[in-house]
């Protein structure tokens, strides 16, 4: 069935880094493009940024741009998030999701996405 984990998540000082991974099975990620989100609490699930299927593409929410990178290795079937000069407001659970590739959009909005993983919590604090 379709599966998507993330891993790579956890307690980090402010400015540090971590890298997010999103192993996908079940379906074939070229078909898929695949977008990072998270939650923190009280707060809706945003947008941070997406890959195109066959990797060509990305786009990123203005919050993370510059900060954040997403990357695909394609013969892992694994997608990452590297997020670097963390901030206190970075704390959140961030989940990674998949939907059928779309050609005319890398959109952001949490909606447009089908499958997605369990949640990985990032806490940013000193």
């Known amino acids: 069935q379709v599966q998507l984990v993330e891993s790579g998540g956890g307690l980090v000082q402010p400015g540090g880094s971590l890298i997010l991974s999103c192993a996908a099975s079940?379906?074939?990620?070229?078909?898929?493009?695949i977008g990072w989100f998270r939650q923190a609490p009280g707060k809706v699930r945003e947008g941070l940024s997406c890959?195109?299927?066959?990797?060509?593409?990305?786009n990123y929410a203005d919050s993370v741009k510059g900060r954040f990178t997403i990357s695909k290795d394609s013969t892992k079937d694994t997608v990452y998030l590297q997020v670097n000069s963390l901030k206190h407001e970075d704390t959140a659970v961030y989940y990674c999701?998949?939907?059928?590739?779309?050609?005319?959009?890398?959109?952001?909005?949490?909606?447009?996405?089908?499958?997605w993983g369990q949640g990985n919590q990032i806490t940013v604090s000193s």
């Open positions: 999701a998949a939907r059928l590739r779309d050609a005319t959009t890398m959109t952001l909005a949490p909606r447009e996405y089908v499958y």
């Open positions: 079940g379906f074939n990620l070229a078909y898929h493009d």
């Open positions: 890959i195109s299927g066959r990797g060509g593409r990305t």
